[in-house]
């Protein structure tokens, strides 16, 4: 099993992973709680979008792409629905599928198109460099410090937006304003995270080590930082497994991980159906 890290480009590609699995996983235990769970799918198109725009114009791939996610992590850290009839998913679900269609539409210009297209939803992990685990190691790792050193912040602007009482959310958001920093600061973390993270591993795995990992790991455990240990473990673990399967049985990478965490997910489920129903057959 541990002879696929004698090929230098598995061993980069496991080094990357864990890089990005663990970061959104941590970011993903915030998405749950705050109920965006789209919000990473959303700005994940925006940073595929700015892609597609840099590439149909020929200029800018660096900046625009990471342009285009502030932009939208910008727009949506002022996102606040009081409608009771109307839901922030709605409004993260119309702004992803616009961006999709938009990407698509862009992406149908190039010489390549539907090779892009897939590259754009799974990435190319195996084809990672040293200097783009460099950078991204450096970016995410900025973040992550970031994230410790001022973590009750954060939580406590995430169990705001958790709370069941609507009123009282409200009353909450009232009180910090129509613009709050640590609200924005966190989604200017999400963006960029997503923009270097999107480039390597693509949409689809993205929104798998956002999502996967933290509602499991809820599963698993009920303090925040049981959550958050359970939830990075849970990446790497994912990211090991499905890197072997895909070296074992010749399978596209980033397509591997996200069906390896999706099992693990299954299994989580499982337990936890097991564990809750017989707590209720004991009480």
């Known amino acids: 099993m541990?002879?696929?890290?004698?090929?230098?480009?598995?061993?980069?590609?496991f080094i990357v992973s864990v890089i990005i699995g663990i970061v959104l996983s941590y970011l993903g235990f915030h998405v749950v709680g705050r109920g965006i769970v789209f919000v990473?799918?959303?700005?994940?198109?925006?940073?595929?979008l700015g892609v597609a725009f840099s590439d149909y114009i020929g200029r800018g791939k660096t900046f625009i792409p990471i342009l285009f996610a502030l932009l939208g992590a910008f727009?949506?850290?002022?996102?606040?629905?009081?409608?009771r009839r109307l839901k922030l998913e709605a409004v993260i679900g119309?702004?992803?599928?616009?961006?999709?269609?938009?990407?698509v539409?862009?992406?149908?210009?190039?010489?390549?198109?539907?090779?892009?297209?897939?590259?754009?939803?799974?990435?190319?992990?195996l084809s990672v460099s040293a200097e783009q685990i460099k950078l991204i190691g450096i970016v995410l790792?900025?973040?992550a410090l970031l994230h410790i050193l001022f973590y009750k912040k954060f939580m406590v602007?995430?169990?705001s937006f958790a709370r069941v009482d609507t009123e009282l959310a409200s009353e909450t958001f009232k009180k910090r304003g129509i613009f709050s920093l640590w609200n924005f600061l966190f989604y200017i973390s999400i963006g960029l995270s997503i923009v270097f993270a999107v480039r390597i591993s693509g949409v689809i795995p993205v929104f798998s080590y956002l999502i996967i990992p933290a509602v499991a790991a809820l599963m698993l455990a009920k303090k925040n930082v049981s959550v958050v240990f359970f939830a990075a473990l849970l990446s790497v673990i994912g990211s090991f497994f499905g890197l072997y399967v895909s070296y074992k049985y010749d399978f596209p990478a980033g397509s591997?991980?996200?069906?390896?965490?999706?099992?693990?997910?299954?299994i989580v489920s499982v337990y936890y159906i097991f564990k809750t129903g017989f707590r209720k057959e004991r009480s």
Do not use: C, W
């Open 2 to 13: 541990f002879q696929m890290f004698q090929l230098d480009f598995i061993t980069q590609a």
């Open 256 to 266: 591997s991980i996200v069906a390896v965490l999706g099992a693990v997910f299954l």
């Open 75 to 83: 727009l949506m850290s002022f996102i606040h629905i009081r409608d």
């Open 141 to 143: 790792g900025a973040i």
């Open 94 to 103: 119309i702004i992803y599928a616009v961006a999709s269609a938009a990407t």
């Open 105 to 125: 539409l862009l992406i149908s210009k190039t010489p390549h198109g539907d090779s892009d297209i897939q590259e754009v939803l799974f990435g190319n992990i």
């Open 40 to 48: 990473d799918l959303a700005l994940g198109q925006i940073s595929s």
């Open 157 to 159: 602007v995430t169990e």
